[in-house]
Structure formats: C-alpha cells, structure tokens
C-alpha cells in the first residue's frame, strides 16, 4: 500500500520568506506525484504534477518540485511567498496504471503581512 | 458546468439517519471518484467509477456507504444509519480519461452527524 508522509503540519512564514515543504511516500514502483492547494473557502486545486522526466517540474504561481527518486521525496518550493499562499497544501502519490490517489495529511501555510 | 459541482455542500444529519450527497461531474468527463476527508487529514480515496461501471470500492468503510452513478454522469453517495464517525468532508472528483488524466475536486460536502 502507498503511504504519504508530510513532514510539517503547519508552517507560519512572513512574505517574501522563502518556502520549502517535505514530502515523502513509499511505494514499490513507479509513481506520478502531485501537489495540490486548498485556499480558504475554496476546492482542491492542481499546483503541479510530474509524470516523467525532468524532475524539476513548474507549476502556477511560481511552485516548484523537485522529484528526487532515491529519497522517494517530492518537496514542495516557493522562492519568495506571497499573503495570498495562505493555504493548505497536500502531496499526494499515485502508482503507474493505477487510478486512487493517496494523500499526506497535508501542510497549513500561514503567511503574515 | 466549469468544474465539479456538489450538493449540498452542509448537511447536518442526526445520529440513524440516511443521507445523500450529489456529485456532478464535469461534462463527458468518464472517471469520477469518492474521497472522504476527516478533520485535520487528507483526502482518502472510498471508491471509483468508469462510466456508470463502479471498479473500485475497496475504500467505502462499512456496508452503510453506497455509491451509484446510473448513467455515467451525476453520482450519489449514500449513508445509511449515520453514525458520528462519519463526521467529515466528503470530496468528489472527475476526470477526462483513466490513469493519466488529472482529478478535478468539487468543493465538498461537509457532513455533520450529531
């Protein structure tokens, strides 16, 4: 079975603070990684996904991530954070061919003015 | 529509009673799943639909939770017999194709048994 580890449950930061989150999961094979944001009051939204490749992948708003293979991690990294990065962010994992995804249990962001 | 719809986005149920939560999904969109997020947790997966055919129900916790999606569109969760565990967010999401594809999240259902 897929586990996801997020390693900070809540994260307070002052804008343009830099923001890096962990994520780690276990799976025995191939993976696709995501990471997805809940702003208050709003769904769950794709920041970015990697599938293949270069595994620096971009995102909206200016995320990356970075899929490092043999720490089985996929961090989370905003340069410089905005107010409005307030939010609630979650790693989630699906095997190759599989449909389901697992999900961390996910990091609040707090950014203060 | 835009997106993933959901109705009603809070239900309040008392402890026994059954309750059904809706799911639109995006239109021509073939895949639509279940998730149930308790507080303070992530999305957990409860069950899987292709069209109107249910693959995968291997998350649905006990034999009180029914899903259905007749005409591979709108889909209902049901909860027989509420139970104050079953207290939590309960998400659905669509998406275009199989495995490949991404999920697109609805805003949720928040269920509240007391």
């Known amino acids: 079975a897929q586990s996801v580890s997020q390693h900070n449950h809540h994260v307070i930061l002052s804008e343009a603070a830099s923001l890096e989150l962990g994520c780690n999961y276990s799976y025995g094979g191939t993976v696709n990684l995501f990471w997805y944001v809940q702003y208050p009051g709003q769904h769950l939204q794709l920041l970015l996904k990697?599938?293949?490749?270069?595994?620096l992948v971009k995102g909206i708003k200016g995320f990356e991530a970075e899929f490092i293979k043999s720490k089985f991690s996929f961090n989370l990294r905003k340069p410089s954070v905005q107010w409005s990065d307030t939010a609630e962010y979650f790693c989630?994992?699906?095997?190759?061919?599989?449909?389901?995804?697992?999900f961390g249990a996910g990091t609040t962001v707090t950014v203060r003015a | 529509g835009a997106g993933v719809s959901q109705s009603p986005r809070y239900k309040v149920a008392k402890r026994g009673q059954d309750v059904a939560l809706r799911c639109d999904p995006i239109s021509g969109h073939v895949s639509l799943f279940w998730y149930q997020q308790a507080l303070g947790q992530g999305p957990e997966f409860l069950t899987y639909?292709?069209?109107?055919?249910?693959?995968?129900k291997s998350g649905l916790p006990s034999d009180r939770f029914f899903a259905e999606r007749p005409e591979g569109s709108v889909s209902t969760l049901k909860i027989q017999r509420t139970q104050q565990e079953d207290s939590a967010v309960y998400l659905c999401?669509?998406?275009?194709?199989?495995?490949?594809?991404?999920?697109?999240f609805g805003p949720g259902t928040r269920l509240t048994v007391t």
């Open positions: 999401a669509s998406s275009g194709g199989l495995t490949s594809y991404e999920q697109y």
């Open positions: 639909f292709q069209n109107e055919a249910q693959l995968d």
């Open positions: 989630a994992v699906r095997g190759l061919g599989d449909y389901k995804l697992s």
């Open positions: 990697y599938f293949s490749g270069d595994p």
